[in-house]
């Protein structure tokens, strides 16, 4: 009964080695030819031991032995033995030499010396001698099997080698202390590793049923990490413990990333505000006073002609804020009437403004009654202190794109796709090919990150408008000089507007001109807009989609087209509320709070994370791609961070050899933090 279980083993043993051997040889042509090669010790007997397993059969090995040695013959013959010698093994191999010549006559052996020029291994730089390995395992083609004849870290850095290079796999041959003769061969352990196995292990290890369920698509040099790191960065999650999100934003922001929606009327910023404001009132030498004399007029309120502008200034701060709703509510309408009072430009009078308050006031203007969640209408308001009521002016849109950027860079944004309305800037005499000039040139002083741009059509603002946008995107997609600078057209504004289809005869000239396009859909409007978006108006992503969720069939579509989604957490917080699990993780929760970001990616569907409005949001992209994590139940393994930001490159509206280019750097990037494990504890 024994006996027929050992020769099973054996059996088994013998179909495995020579089956995943086999096929290995088949790739490398069919090789008979095999050859050995280990470092040679003090002891030559331990390398005609190996020598013996090829060549002398039938040894009374024990039965495992026998089995691997089956197998390896039914390999090939060994042909070539390669011995790694130092000064102090020289003579050994010389013995070893002549022996072998006399013994091993009829079986047409090679003996080669692989001599390293050191007096003896431990004395020596391990680099070189690694160098000098790599090199010979290197030259060797097909066939090769590493064996442990000694010198424990000459066949570590063999077996890297082979793991590198390719060789069939590692032999090792053991004897029990006192039986290392070769004549004790029934005593001996033999230990064969096939490199399939290694490889194998790998592979199983990436087709885990628990990564299946995530997008199996990441960074590609990732997926030659070592299994550890793959692990950790698969177990180690962010978003979860508040004493660890310092850290947690410090490694996210070291990260590259891309921000795929951002606009550029939503940087608005207390302190960037009152400097704008500051340089356009001295730039056209405005008579602040005057502007805010009319402002106090145009919300009748008495105005104390004896207060400076500062005090001028507090007293409209004063009176927006007592009237009830958002202090901004019916502002552009407020600038609009002090202007015909004062004879000054709208964007002036909110200069005036602007110069004349301090950070605090601005700050209180801006946020006054909008903690938690709020309507998007008034998630708009936040900004009418900026965007087209303030940017009309050359230095009033460079200072706003250069904060931007130096804020982006800052935070390793390496790439970032900055959507605006140029007709929407035009008030101050500019046209909008000026504007669209002025934000080119602006960028390009700034090497560090790839700056491209959308323009943004409305769906609730006059038509003429819209078409306007259309025959500029085109006019810049085309125009030789600024090719690539404008990469794509948005279709922004009120979801409520019926038929999302009638947009596209105003959005036809794009796909004559093939302009790639996003469009916000399902942020607070319905799914059919999601499904309008994509089938009557040929979007490629969508901005927020949050409402795609409701819809199964629809994410299947959304997935199989591989449209993008660009979500924005802070702003989708801002105006949806979901649940945060980092900070209340006890609290019950309602499904249709829970952000479905992580859905999304369980489906496979190509996420991105974004920061819209970065002023309004008060949000940088790192902090975005955080705040993903603690709205998500469970918080994001680093592994799904790192498919997140992939994922905004990927999506990038960019031609594919600049894509590819850029990828290269930011994989190189990205791998280099990995391997050298500069991970969130560190
Ligand atoms: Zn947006």
């Not at 391990?126 to 010198?151: C, D, P, Y």
Request: proline fraction near 3%; include cysteine; hydrophobic fraction near 40%.
């Amino acid at each position: 009964m024994r006996k027929i279980s050992v020769r099973l083993v054996f059996l088994l043993l013998f179909y495995e080695i020579s089956i995943s051997s086999i096929t290995i040889l088949e790739k490398r042509g069919g090789c008979v030819e095999l050859a050995l090669m280990t470092p040679l010790g003090r002891n030559k007997d331990l390398i005609l031991q190996f020598i013996d397993f090829f060549c002398r059969p039938n040894l009374p090995y024990n039965d495992e032995a026998k089995g691997i040695q089956a197998g390896l013959l039914a390999l090939g013959r060994l042909r070539h033995v390669y011995c790694i010698t130092t000064q102090e093994t020289a003579s050994v191999f010389q013995e070893l030499k002549s022996q072998i010549s006399e013994e091993f006559q009829s079986d047409n052996l090679q003996l080669h010396e692989i001599a390293l020029p050191l007096s003896d291994i431990n004395v020596v730089a391990e680099e070189e001698t690694r160098r000098l390995v790599f090199e010979q395992v290197k030259g060797i083609n097909q066939g090769l099997i590493i064996a442990s004849g000694g010198r424990k870290n000459l066949t570590h850095a063999l077996i890297e080698a082979g793991l590198l290079y390719g060789c069939l796999g590692y032999l090792s041959i053991t004897a029990p202390h006192g039986k290392e003769r070769r004549d004790c061969v029934t005593d001996f352990q033999v230990y064969w590793l096939p490199i399939e196995r290694i490889l194998e292990q790998k592979q199983e290890y990436l087709d885990l049923p628990s990564l299946k369920d995530e997008i199996v698509e990441n960074f590609r040099s990732l997926y030659i990490l070592p299994l550890n790191s793959l692990n950790r960065l698969k177990q180690e999650t962010i978003g979860r413990d508040r004493s660890r999100f310092e850290a947690e934003l410090m490694w996210l922001q070291a990260l590259p990333k891309a921000d795929l929606h951002c606009h550029l009327g939503g940087e608005v910023q207390p302190k960037l505000l009152h400097a704008i404001g500051t340089a356009v009132v001295n730039e056209a030498h405005l008579h602040a006073k005057t502007a805010l004399i009319a402002l106090c007029s145009a919300l009748k309120i008495g105005c104390n002609g004896h207060l400076n502008e500062i005090g001028l200034a507090k007293s409209i701060k004063d009176a927006l804020i007592s009237r009830g709703s958002h202090p901004l509510d019916g502002f552009s309408q407020l600038l609009k009437d002090a202007s015909e009072i004062s004879k000054m430009k709208p964007y002036e009078v909110n200069a005036c403004l602007l110069s004349a308050l301090f950070e605090e006031d601005i700050s209180e203007l801006m946020w006054q009654g909008c903690q938690g969640v709020i309507s998007l209408q008034r998630y708009m308001q936040i900004g009418e202190l900026g965007g087209s009521n303030l940017l009309q002016t050359r230095t009033a849109i460079q200072m706003t794109l250069n904060h931007l950027l130096n804020e982006a860079i800052r935070e390793n944004v390496r790439y970032i796709e900055i959507r605006c309305s140029p007709k929407n800037y035009t008030r101050g005499g500019l046209s909008s090919k000026d504007v669209m000039q002025i934000l080119i040139e602006t960028a390009k002083a700034h090497e560090s990150i790839l700056v491209n741009f959308i323009i943004m059509g409305t769906r609730h603002k006059p038509q003429k408008r819209l078409r306007a946008h259309v025959n500029l995107a085109i006019s810049f997609a085309k125009e030789e000089s600024y090719y690539n600078k404008v990469c794509g057209f948005d279709l922004a504004g009120d979801e409520n507007i019926k038929g999302f289809f009638e947009f596209r005869k105003y959005l036809k000239p794009l796909y004559d001109n093939f302009v790639q396009i996003t469009i916000h859909a399902g942020e607070v409007g319905e799914t059919v807009n999601i499904r309008d978006a994509i089938y009557e108006l040929n979007a490629r992503r969508i901005g927020h989609g949050l409402k795609l969720i409701e819809n199964k069939e629809m994410m299947n579509y959304v997935r199989d087209a591989g449209i993008a989604i660009e979500m924005c957490p802070t702003s989708n917080m801002q105006t949806n509320g979901y649940h945060n699990f980092a900070y209340d993780p006890h609290k019950p929760c309602d499904i249709k709070k829970i952000y479905p970001l992580k859905s999304y990616m369980m489906h496979g569907i190509a996420v991105t994370v974004n920061t819209d409005n970065r002023g309004i949001s008060r949000t940088t992209l790192s902090e975005e791609l955080l705040r993903a994590a603690q709205l998500t139940e469970g918080g994001l393994s680093q592994w799904e961070v790192l498919q997140l930001i992939k994922n905004g490159f990927k999506a990038a509206f960019l031609p594919l050899n600049e894509k590819n280019r850029l990828f290269k750097q930011v994989d190189k990037e990205v791998f280099g933090m990995v391997v050298k494990g500069k991970g969130i504890r560190d």
